[in-house]
């Protein structure tokens, strides 16, 4: 119980920074549409998600496009397709629009977001 | 063990199994796996050899419909004309992964319309040449493009007899899942290799040619339908002196 209080608590504080650097335009994600908003944790714990979802993702990469493994839990595919949120009109906000799940951290990190010059940024269905 | 203890382990269960396929590291969390369909879980291998025949007597011209279902699939129709560039630029320029060409002999004056695109050489000059490694032929035979390690030198454009691989000049702001594309890379036709991994048997252009021209498969299978066809018909590979031993082969040229 302790441990789930600790998360929420980690959930509030991410929620709350993610709002503060969200800007009141149209179109702004809704929480709670996405997926993964209503998910305790991601393919690995929080922790580790945090600090190394880059390496995972980095890892998959060169594993999929060479040697065609796909079956895979840490796709790029698969994070936008979970966490990609909805505007107040139900349509998928970019997950590298500002404030939102990639863009929100990276911005506050200043980190570059290099993966979207090429990958969708919301899932197309093919 | 006393009887709460025991509902709150009941209770617990009832929450894991509510979950398909989630794993349980701490209590209260769940990893979640994910779903798909039946994409591939193991490495390519060299079993199979992926290939095509083109039946140039079939191929009718004026007929477009492979090039607009490879657009489609593979999100080439989602690229816009780079603002300030001319018509003429952007269609000297702009990406595409099958090129329809017309062949006339000069003696008879027969001409012969027909698709083409990467021939996913055995032996390809593109990889060849390639700086990076980023140009690199896939244990099943596709040729393709590591867009991560590309850099853009377009070497393998240059190298490439079949003048088969198009530069991205300009951002894209429209991608689909399956095909990422940005600028500065160089792509090609990669045999819809999106289907090949998630357990497709055909391509966007055979399933597209309504005169039958195109027969796709495993070159090493001698039961699939483009080694039957191939034993049957007399083939050609294009530029055959190269001995670059293509896996894209044409009948009457």
Partial sequence: MKRKSGFSLLLVLCLGLLGGLGTAQAGEGVEGTARADKLDACVAPTATMRRSHFELIKHQRDVTVHLGIRKTDNSLAGCVDCHVRKDAQGKQVPVNAPGEFCAGCHEYAGASLDCFTCHATKPTGN | MSQPTNQQRRAFLAEVTGVAAATVVA?????????????????????????????????????????????????????????????????????????????????????????????????????????????????????????????????????????????????????????????????????????????????????ACKHGAIVFGDLKDPNSAVSQAMAKYPTVQIRADLQLNTGVRYTDV
């Avoid at chain 2, 429209?174 to 290799?193: F, H, I, W, Y």
């Fill in chain 2, 27 to 207: 209590p209260g969390v769940l990893l979640q796996s994910v779903a798909n369909a039946a994409p591939r879980d193991t490495a390519v291998t060299d079993d199979v050899r992926y290939g095509m025949l083109i039946d140039t007597t079939k191929c009718a011209d004026g007929c477009s419909d492979c090039v607009s279902a490879c657009d489609k699939e593979n999100g080439l129709d989602l690229m816009e004309k780079p603002e300030g560039a001319s018509d003429e630029l952007w269609e000297m320029q702009r990406p595409r992964w099958i090129r329809q060409v017309k062949l006339r002999n000069n003696l008879t004056g027969r001409v012969t319309s027909l698709p083409m695109m990467c021939q996913h050489c055995e032996k390809p000059p593109c990889v060849d040449v390639c700086p990076t490694g980023a140009s690199f032929r896939r244990a099943d035979g596709i040729v393709m493009v590591d867009r991560h390690t590309c850099i853009g030198c377009r070497y393998c454009m240059m190298a490439c007899p079949y003048n088969a691989r198009s530069f991205i000049h300009e951002n894209v702001q429209l991608k689909t899942t399956a095909t990422p594309r940005g600028k500065g890379c160089v792509e090609s036709c990669n045999l819809c290799v999106q289907r090949r991994d998630n357990g497709g048997t055909t391509t966007a252009c055979q399933d």
